[in-house]
């Protein structure tokens, strides 16, 4: 039986997944979180041992493109679909930490 | 080499590192897309919705990417395996998706080695395919991430094919990952892969540095250092990180495992980690791409396609050189560095002499590689041929080549042209002669034992024969005629 | 002309009238676009009508007609687009807040193959917030109401290409099945939804919910409507790595062959869990195929049934993901912050509603370190299962049969409370998906309150042919007055226009 999830469990999920939720959400998401894991769990006593995984339907491979040119889009088009731009790129606000 | 170990308040320590090296690949298009992969142009004018990560866009696979990386892969020694990628999760402005394609637990080459010119054997982990991110600039306070402002993004370089390097924490000094760097730049440009140059971004080093007291066994705590964006920073880097750590232990503190930034100007790294962000990348099989399984056929393809490695090239030069020192082996370096060695090898092999074959490709020749590169063996034997019988003296011999590399023609014909008429034996015998007689008192000292007059007498034959004349044989000339 | 007369025997009719010069494509998409304007106000099944484009793309079609060229199978035929599928220079918002305002610069490979052949795109249809429901409820511009009872949910998350097309809008519509979205909808709103072989239509242009999952797929009228849309969209693309080489089969040849020896099986787990007129009229179906010469018998397959836990933990895993790039620095919706973190998040959360950050979470949480091994990995072994537990069927089964939904439309509101309650309503139609297979769901009966009843029709990887054979000869059978277009309570010009 997997333990329900708790608020501090959801509020951390949040912080990964980029998501700011208030106390009731935390709490809300937390038990319908929780009811959907308990339903799921079903599938881990399954006896999987021996079964591999699949994450595409079918075997295909080495699906490869010509290294050649293709159209860009124009620039004007890209950065009219931003919600702020300036020089030619797209503005953000400050950056607290360097990519990981 | 001798060990190299940090001397502590309490004891001698001993440095671990292992590097990561991020080589953009000289593909002609990105990873994923038909976007052309170019350095320098016009912001955001190289993107399209695959790079962008417009929503509904799919990435598929560049084959000379994958080639390329087959071709790093097989000059590091690397098994060439069955493999797949995963998405990398995590926010970052300058990543259009916010995540990154990326090869994780079936990486495309794994477990081969990279000798160091000093013969120190360097585990390769893995080299694995990637996608690079867009570039991000920090606008307001010093144009540094912190106090900045805000930022401004530009994507041309999102996307562009990457192949990560990782080796083994085999490493035990700063100079040796300096030559670890330096080799692995060689053999990255030598498979056409790589232009390798780390100014531009185009060689990216991360360096993993932990430290541990001297003959011990087990590995600290280990650092990340990000942002080396030169050989000497890769040094600098290490030796102040290393220094760091030692000092937080005999403190008695301890090491945080993290990610630290190099600050060139300030000569120190600092801690990268930011409030309340959390890190887990929830890697999971990338949907949109099949898995690459290169068929043998391929792979002996890339790997016939594949020139000499430098190492190779070194042992090739050495091999036709005979014994070595220290100014052969650094002509040795700088012929294959401009990529002459070609030249040299067949010129050697035409039957020209070797060490002045190398002494005229190491000095003169590399002053116009591309031109050198150009250059047919056969004329370039000519003219050291001309060179060693001492129809041109070693002057002559390097106008010749400038205008052979220049111009172009026979080297023969450019002596003529120059009027570098072959001096005939019983002409400069003559010359030789006159000059005895026109300096009685200097002759007589040369003959009574004297050594230095020589150099003396030496220049006066020149200066008769306008510097026709091979020094060499003038020389032989008097000595003989000293008896 | 009225809309009836314009639209009398569905896409292929309209479009061979097309093509003779008989009817004008723009009459035809003058009705269509009246029929959508009166509809909208009680319906909802549009986010965009695109009634300028439209016209000028029908008045294309005219002038090919005339100057003698071919305007392409499907010439003049008014199509709907779910608003997950990118159209150059037309909102694509999927639904989302997030997306508000977001024109795609590029049409996605369906678009450009439907407009190729002829179709005239009239709009953009509603549907679950980026295709997560089973209600077209969790929509950011408000629900799609069930033609049949607008009282009830059309189903989800195509409900608005289902319903335009049930309601006699439009004669076919393209929507999306990641776990059941194409199949359920059509089943609720008594119109065919087909759900291809995973990789037989690209999915370029196809805002990605669940990668591994999501098919595109045609609703109509008729079968053979259905299999001429799939004809048109169907086959390799080389923008989409998944996209399968194979060939496509002649469709509209497979159609016409009867049953006479076809292999069918009775998904008999699937039976037990149906409401009564859902199992029942499955039970009817496998007679009439009996009837009609295929070979019927019940099999049992009760792995299937693991398909629902699976699929709801490798469908958020990926969606986790994919939604990842809603935040507010390339395009779309930005809340602003002090910092790009707070950004981020702001934008995020004002941006998705509840369902997709439910789905987020769960996806998060699910590959988050310490997790991925016991829910992730070991969804993906189940996935493992299925697809052996299908092909074991397979091997004396040419095709499957099997309820559709669980129950018939049930009523806007009842199940948004209890999201694994909603989850639910897919058990029939995800473990598809999972194997990457064809379905298809025809309109056969008519259930509780004189509702809808779908009959699924499943086969193995590229067995749209045998399915659409089985399909067929269910058609031919169904109770009259199962399928649509039906126009209960609509007021303006479609009153009395009700059959
Ligand atoms: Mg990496
Ligand atoms: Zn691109």
Not at chain 1, 65 to 77: G, H, K
Not at chain 2, 6 to 14: A, V
Not at chain 2, 201 to 213: E, F, P, Q, T
Not at chain 3, 46 to 51: K, L
Request: aromatic share 6%.
């Amino acid at each position: 039986m997997n333990e329900p999830l708790s608020k501090d469990a959801v509020a951390h999920i949040a912080r990964l997944a980029r998501l700011e939720l208030g106390e009731a959400e935390l709490s809300r998401f937390a038990g319908q979180l929780s009811a959907v894991l308990e339903h799921v769990e079903a599938i881990q006593r399954l006896d999987t041992a021996e079964v591999p995984p699949t994450s595409h339907p079918f075997e295909l491979v080495n699906v490869l493109r010509d290294d050649e040119r293709s159209a860009c889009l124009p620039r004007e088009a890209v950065l009219a679909a931003a919600p702020a731009a300036q020089d030619g790129r797209f503005r953000v606000p400050r950056i607290l930490g360097e990519a990981p | 080499m001798s060990r190299y170990t940090i001397t502590g308040e309490t004891g001698e320590w001993e440095i671990v590192v292992g590097l990561e090296v991020h080589c953009e690949l000289l593909t002609k298009t990105k990873l994923f897309c038909g976007c052309p992969n170019a350095f320098g142009d016009e912001p955001n004018t190289n993107v399209c919705p695959v790079c962008l990560g417009l929503p509904g866009s799919l990435p598929v696979l560049n084959r000379r990417a994958v080639e390329m990386a087959m071709a790093i892969g097989t000059a590091l020694g690397c098994e060439i395996r069955p493999s797949s990628f995963h998405r990398k999760n995590y926010f970052y402005p300058d990543m259009p998706k916010d995540y990154q394609v990326t090869q994780y637990d079936e990486p495309l080459n794994v477990e081969g080695r990279l000798t160091l010119v000093d013969g120190t054997p360097i585990g390769i982990v893995r080299a694995h395919m990637e996608e690079d991110t867009g570039k991000t600039t920090h606008m307001g306070g010093d144009g540094r991430i912190h106090g900045a402002d805000y930022s401004l993004v530009d994507y041309n370089r999102s996307g562009v094919p990457l192949v990560e390097i990782v080796s083994a924490p085999d490493l035990r000094s700063p100079e040796q990952a300096r030559s670890y760097v330096s080799e692995l730049r060689a053999i990255l440009v030598a498979t056409g892969a790589s232009d390798g140059r780390m100014e531009e971004g185009s060689l990216r080093v991360d360096a993993n540095v932990s430290v541990r007291r001297f003959g011990g066994e087990e590995f600290g705590t280990r650092c990340e250092i990000k942002n080396l964006n030169s050989l000497r920073s890769l040094v600098r880097a290490i030796e102040y990180e290393s220094r760091r750590q030692v000092e937080l232990l005999e403190r008695g503190g301890s090491v945080d495992q993290e990610t630290r930034h190099w600050n060139e100007v300030e000569g120190r790294t600092s801690s990268m980690r930011s409030k309340e962000e959390a890190y887990d990348y929830r890697y999971f099989p990338e949907p949109d791409l099949v898995p690459l399984a290169p068929p043998a056929e391929w792979i002996a393809e890339v790997v016939a396609k594949l020139g000499l490695m430098p190492a190779q090239r070194r042992e090739r030069l050495a091999s036709l050189l005979g014994e070595s020192s220290e100014a052969i082996e650094e002509q040795v370096a700088t012929v294959i560095d401009l990529g002459l060695d070609d030249l040299v090898v067949a010129t050697i092999a035409s039957g020209a002499d070797s060490r002045l074959v190398m002494a005229r490709a190491a000095n003169e020749a590399a002053q116009q590689p591309d031109a050198a590169r150009q250059l047919d063996p056969e004329r370039f034997g000519e003219l050291i041929g001309l060179e060693a019988a001492g129809t041109l003296s070693a002057t002559q011999a390097k106008a010749v080549l400038g205008e052979l590399l220049t111009n172009g023609g026979r080297p023969a014909d450019i002596a003529d042209r120059l009027g570098f008429k072959a001096l005939a034996s019983d002409e400069l015998g003559a010359v030789i002669d006159a000059v005895i007689a026109a300096n009685p008192g200097e002759w007589d000292r040369y003959v009574g034992g004297d050594d230095k007059v020589a150099q003396f007498l030496l220049g006066k034959v020149m200066r008769e024969t306008k510097g026709r004349a091979n020094g060499k044989l003038v020389a032989e000339a008097l000595a003989s005629r000293r008896g | 002309m009225s809309e009836t007369e314009a639209f009398a025997g569905g896409a292929l009719a309209i479009a061979a009238r097309v093509r003779s010069g008989e009817l004008s494509a723009r009459v035809v998409t003058e009705a269509a676009l009246e029929e959508i304007a009166a509809s909208e106000p009680l319906l909802h099944c549009f986010n965009t009508i695109t009634a300028e484009r439209a016209l000028a793309a029908a008045d294309a079609v005219d002038a090919k007609v005339l100057a003698g060229e071919d305007p392409g199978p499907l010439a003049g035929v008014p199509v709907a687009l779910k608003d997950n599928l990118c159209t150059r220079g037309v909102p694509t918002t999927c639904s989302s807040r997030i997306l508000e305002g977001w024109r795609p610069p590029y049409d996605a490979t369906v678009v450009a193959r439907l407009s190729a052949a002829g179709a005239v795109s009239v709009g953009k249809t509603n549907l679950d917030e980026f295709a997560m429901g089973s209600s077209t409820e969790t929509s950011a511009t408000g629900p799609t109401r069930n033609p049949w009872d607008p009282a009830r949910v059309p189903g989800g998350s195509s409900g608005g290409s289902a319903a335009a097309v049930a309601a006699g809008l439009v004669p076919l519509a393209l929507g999306s099945d990641t776990g059941g979205s194409i199949r359920q909808p059509a089943a609720l709103c008594g119109v065919v939804g087909l759900k291809p072989t995973y990789g037989l239509v690209s999915r370029y242009g196809l805002v990605a919910f669940a990668s591994s999952l999501d098919q595109i797929g045609p609703f109509a009228l008729t079968l053979a409507d259905a299999a001429a849309t799939l004809q048109v969209i169907a086959g390799h693309d080389e923008r989409d790595s998944t996209s399968l080489a194979h060939p496509v089969a002649d469709l509209a040849t497979e159609l016409r062959r009867g049953v006479e020896g076809l292999r069918v099986g009775v998904v008999a787990d699937f039976l037990s869990e149906a409401s009564g007129s859902c199992a029942a009229a499955v039970r009817q179906a496998a007679d009439a195929l009996a009837d009609a010469g295929a070979l019927v018998k019940e099999v049992a397959i009760p792995e299937l049934l693991h398909g629902l836990s699976a699929y709801y933990l490798i469908a958020p895993a990926e969606a986790s993901s994919n939604l990842a790039r809603y935040d507010g620095v390339r395009y779309g919706l930005r809340v602003d912050g002090d910092d790009v973190q707070e950004m981020n998040a702001r934008t995020r959360s004002a941006g998705f509603g509840d369902e997709v950050k439910r789905r987020i979470m769960l996806g998060t949480y699910v590959l988050s370190a310490g997790y991925y091994d016991a829910y992730y990995a070991q969804a993906q072994r189940v996935r493992t299962v299925i697809l052996r537990s299908f092909a074991r069927a397979y091997e004396d089964c040419d095709v499957l049969l099997a309820p559709t939904t669980p129950s018939v439309a049930f009523p806007i509101g009842a199940k948004t409370a209890d999201p694994l309650e909603m989850y639910l309503s897919d058990l029939f139609t995800i473990p598809t998906n999972l194997a990457g297979h064809p379905a298809l769901s025809v309109p056969f009966a008519l259930g509780e309150e004189g509702l809808p009843v779908g009959v699924q029709v499943l086969a193995p990887a590229l067995g749209e042919g045998p399915m659409l054979r089985a399909g067929a000869a269910l058609e031919a059978v169904a109770a009259p007055g199962a399928r649509g277009p039906v126009r209960p309570q609509l007021g303006g010009p479609l009153a009395g226009v009700a059959r």
